[in-house]
């Protein structure tokens, strides 16, 4: 079940990238990761989002992982965009122990996580991270 979290994770973000092109509003990444994992039977986390990526590493807009296709700003031609399914095997509210550091599924399940910067070019999404 660990391994399923993981694969369906990376295809949340692929799912993610793919319809993160010019027009197609933010929602619509949010959409396309929330869909593909419910649908797998997992929690999609709602304290954490990607963002977008400028002079500063996190700048607006906020990219949730959940979300409705029409919902929220366009997506415009050279955004950096930082997209980042985080995907629960139990519930998906989050608890940060007193380190301020670790962060934990307030059941203590599993969850997985994975991110990709892409910069929309030609008004498709380009990844430039590893």
Same mark, same amino acid.
């Given at each position: 079940? =660990?391994?399923?979290?993981?694969? #369906?994770?990376?295809?949340?973000?692929? @799912?993610?990238?793919?319809?993160?092109?010019? %027009? @197609?509003?933010?929602? +619509?990444?949010?959409?396309?990761?929330?869909?593909?994992?419910?649908?797998?039977g997992?929690?999609? #986390?709602? %304290?954490?989002?990607? !963002?977008?990526?400028?002079?500063? $590493? !996190?700048?607006?807009?906020?990219? $949730? @992982? /959940?979300? &409705?296709k @029409? &919902?929220? $700003?366009?997506?415009?031609?050279?955004? +950096?965009l930082?997209?980042?399914?985080?995907?629960?095997?139990g519930? /998906?509210n989050? &608890?940060?122990?007193? %380190?301020?550091?670790?962060?934990?599924?307030?059941?203590?399940?599993? =969850? =997985? !996580?994975?991110? !990709?910067?892409?910069?929309?070019?030609?008004?498709?999404?380009?990844?430039?991270?590893?």
């Open positions: 079940k =660990a391994q399923k979290l993981i694969n #369906v994770t990376r295809e949340c973000l692929e @799912n993610a990238i793919n319809v993160a092109v010019v %027009d @197609n509003k933010i929602g +619509a990444i949010g959409q396309a990761v929330q869909e593909h994992a419910e649908v797998n997992f929690g999609v #986390v709602r %304290d954490m989002v990607g !963002h977008g990526i400028g002079v500063d $590493p !996190h700048m607006e807009p906020r990219i $949730p @992982n /959940y979300g &409705k @029409n &919902k929220g $700003p366009k997506i415009v031609e050279g955004a +950096a930082a997209i980042e399914p985080m995907i629960t095997m519930d /998906y989050l &608890k940060i122990d007193p %380190d301020g550091w670790t962060v934990r599924t307030v059941d203590d399940s599993l =969850a =997985a !996580h994975f991110e !990709h910067t892409v910069v929309i070019v030609k008004g498709q999404p380009i990844v430039v991270t590893a």
